[in-house]
Nanobody, 127 residues
Framework: QVQLVESGGGLVQPGDSLRLSCAASGRTFSGYNMGWFRQAPGKEREFLSAISWRAGGSTLYAESVKGRFTISRDNAKNAVYLQMNSLKPDDTAVYYC???????????????????WGQGTQVTVSS
């Protein structure tokens, strides 16, 4: 079992930055690829980014956030982060982190492949 807890959400203005954190506990964190997803009201859950468990490993981004969002992780702290810059009102959603027990060579956008999920943190971008 892996427990995930997101934090760092809040209300920001368009153009602002925000850094989300996801703290993991339980089984060995370093063996899990990690992903970030979001879900806006009335919309399906959307993949944002993923990072392999291997230190210095690969990352994957959705086109909608590439160049604005950056994923990173610190295996020593059992944490994964999502740095979000140039936020837009369309970024308003509940943001989730997720863990997938998989090879570091294969990152996925498919939410059904992830084994564990956090409870989510709300991000609201509004002037």
């Amino acid at each position: 079992q892996v427990q995930l807890v997101e934090s760092g959400g809040g209300l920001v203005q368009p153009g602002d930055s925000l850094r989300l954190s996801c703290a993991a506990s339980g089984r060995t964190f370093s063996g899990y690829n990690m992903g970030w997803f979001r879900q806006a009201p009335g919309k399906e859950r959307e993949f944002l980014s993923a990072i392999s468990w291997r230190a210095g490993g690969s990352t994957l981004y959705a086109e909608s956030v590439k160049g604005r969002f950056t994923i990173s992780r610190d295996n020593a702290k059992n944490a994964v982060y999502l740095q979000m810059n140039s936020l837009k009102p369309d970024d308003t959603a509940v943001y989730y982190c997720a863990a997938e027990w998989a090879s570091p060579a294969f990152l996925t956008r498919d939410s059904s492949k992830y084994d564990y999920w956090g409870q989510g943190t709300q991000v609201t971008v509004s002037s």
